[in-house]
């Protein structure tokens, strides 16, 4: 199993550019709120990236989070989309 992994500039660009995109088609503009709930993976990066450059409000919560504390952050955010994992290896 790859455990580490190298990106080059224009492979970043391209990630986060397609997420952008993405998001963008799925109504998120400007000043919405979006959360990122996923675990310490590059994808988190590319979403972080992604909301700054549609230049939204986003809150990372790392999935080591606990249900109840999760909740609340989200019922504080309020927010209009939630980017996700299915699920994350850890080595």
Do not use: W
Request: proline share 3%.
């Amino acid at each position: 199993m790859e455990t580490q992994r190298t990106f080059s500039y224009a492979e970043l660009q391209t990630e986060v550019a397609g997420l952008a995109s993405v998001l963008h088609d799925q109504g998120i503009i400007a000043g919405d709120r979006v959360i990122i709930y996923m675990p310490m993976m590059p994808k988190a990066v590319f979403a972080i990236q992604a909301c700054a450059h549609l230049s939204t409000v986003h809150s990372v919560v790392f999935s080591s989070f606990a249900a109840k504390k999760l909740a609340v952050r989200t019922d504080n955010a309020i927010p209009k989309t939630i980017v996700s994992a299915s699920c994350g290896i850890r080595a």
